[in-house]
């Protein structure tokens, strides 16, 4: 059999420009967190309208910083979804709080705000809301629950730069940010990529200089601001801290990636347009459900299967005929990391008691099981979505 070329499942888009901001940046004699990083906090925080924008080392450390940030302590409470790169639970469990695990709906893939509400209890201390691959959750919702039973909003927008939200009649950049914090990934799956890096917005200049402290050992004083002083500066170190600094190297490249955005989102949206018209007419498809309230980045484009086919099957034959696919987001509960004993089921408290697989988080099991995401990245041509389109036709048929 011929072979034939893969379409993978996403790909970054880096050319020379980004080269030479590294080597830029290399060349400066200044590589760890300094002004590159500064002026790529400037810009994000541009790009998104927030006042205050922190630069660290990855999504994940981002979350951890930011749930520290709002107060979460051992003991406490945080709710959010099981369904989601496990990156969401595991920041809750570092800082020794607990998830509490709350449905998605089934066609946004985001946590249902019914729920959201119910789950508050006398430990929450926060909500954890992802706009999952991108798509924005319902934040109005989740605002009102947050501001009424006094709780933190942290957004986990990891895949969601450049997508919009509408809140109060009005649309705003996801990031704005409308909770407390948000939190954005550079993990090369998504649209903006520095290797790895991430980036926490805030409103708040409290918040934010928490946050500056605790990427950097809890230090009083910056690097840079040390180097650049005429005065001997002694730091000290008034809370314990981390290491979560970007270098900045990474931001060179993030700035660079930065300025594509525009281009990116006009080229994805565009893209997903032809997807939903290429896929309309395959029976029992479901294509993605966008709410009136959210216009998504589409860092992902994904399709519920119909009825009553495997889930690897389908993907192993798409496989074979070229096309890379992945199933649907995971579950962190349904992994051995997320033993019963370690969350709680934020549908019915009494559910931690009984043991055994947990009722209450179908929906979520359910796309992890039935969907499939298929490719979409910028250099992904239209002869490419063709051949996808066919493919995944064929494949569903099986
Ligand atoms: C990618 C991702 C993260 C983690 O980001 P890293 O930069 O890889 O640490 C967290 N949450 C969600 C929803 C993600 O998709």
Redesign the pocket.
């Known amino acids: 059999m011929a072979v034939k070329t893969l379409i993978p499942i996403a790909r970054p888009v880096l050319d020379q420009a980004e080269v030479d901001a590294a080597a830029r940046a290399i060349l400066s004699g200044w590589v760890t967190q300094g002004p590159e990083v500064a002026a790529f906090e400037r810009e994000f925080a541009a790009a998104v309208g927030a006042p205050h924008a922190c630069a660290v080392s990855?999504?994940?450390?981002?979350?951890h910083a930011a749930l520290l940030a709002v107060g979460v302590q051992p003991g406490d409470e945080v709710i959010t979804a099981s369904h989601?790169?496990i990156?969401?639970a595991n920041a809750i469990r570092y800082c020794g709080a607990r998830p509490v695990f709350v449905d998605i709906q089934p066609d946004t893939f985001n946590m249902d705000p019914a729920i959201v509400d119910r789950a508050v209890g006398p430990k929450t201390r926060a909500i954890l809301a992802?706009h999952?691959?991108g798509l924005p959750c319902a934040i109005e919702r989740m605002l009102d629950i947050a501001r009424r039973r006094g709780v933190a909003l942290v957004e986990?927008a990891?895949?969601a730069i450049g997508s919009d939200v509408r809140v109060d009649a009005e649309w705003s950049p996801v990031g704005r940010p409308h909770g407390d914090v948000a939190?954005f990934?550079?993990?090369p799956?998504?649209l903006v990529t520095t290797g790895?890096?991430?980036m926490i917005t805030t409103r708040s200049a409290d918040l934010d200089a928490r946050l500056r402290a605790l990427r950097h050992h809890g230090m009083s004083v910056s690097d840079l601001a040390r180097h650049a002083s005429d005065r001997v500066t002694f730091e000290t170190y008034p809370t314990l801290g981390y290491n979560f600094r970007m270098t900045d190297v990474q931001a060179a490249v993030g700035r660079v990636q930065l300025a594509r955005v525009p281009a990116m989102l006009a080229r994805r949206r565009a893209q997903a347009a032809r997807y939903n018209s290429l896929l309309a007419s395959l029976a029992g498809v479901g294509l993605p459900a966008v709410p009136d309230y959210a216009r998504p980045n589409w860092q992902t484009y994904t399709v519920r299967l119909p009825e009553g086919r495997d889930q690897k099957a389908v993907m192993q034959a798409m496989l074979d005929a070229g096309v890379a696919t992945r199933r649907g987001v995971m579950c962190a509960h349904r992994e051995a990391a997320y033993p019963r004993e370690t969350w709680s089921c934020g549908a019915d408290r009494r559910c931690d008691a009984s043991g055994g697989p947990c009722p209450h988080l179908a929906h979520s099991e359910a796309a992890q099981d039935r969907t499939i995401a298929i490719p979409l990245f910028d250099g992904m041509t239209d002869d490419d979505q063709s051949r996808i389109a066919e493919a995944l036709a064929r494949s569903c048929r099986i």
């Open positions: 990855s999504g994940t450390t981002a979350l989601s790169f990156a969401t992802v999952q691959v986990d990891a895949c939190c990934s550079f993990h799956r998504k790895d890096g991430g």
